[in-house]
């Protein structure tokens, strides 16, 4: 479950996040086939780049407040379970 939800941020963000100037073609690939090494070259490539970059950053965002409570959790159940 955690890779499905990991894979619908990085794309959504990925996909919002293509560059305007993309020819069509390239931009219905990349959404239709996701990241993957395209024809672009130069300046090009580096915005679809740093479009997966910023899918994969917000995926990462989301997790570190969900490790942290697991985290918070167990360490909560490691006292509780001295205590008795």
């Known amino acids: 479950m955690g890779l499905a939800v990991s894979n619908a941020i990085v794309n959504a963000v990925f996909t919002s996040n293509l560059p305007a100037d993309l020819p069509p073609e390239l931009a219905d690939s990349l959404r239709k086939n996701g990241f993957s090494r395209t024809a672009a ?22 997790y570190v407040p969900a490790v942290g409570i697991c985290l918070l959790l167990c360490l909560f159940c490691a006292v509780s379970l001295h205590m008795y």
């Open 41 to 62: 070259t130069g300046a090009l490539q580096d915005k679809i780049t740093h479009a997966y970059y910023l899918g994969l950053r917000d995926a990462f965002i989301m």
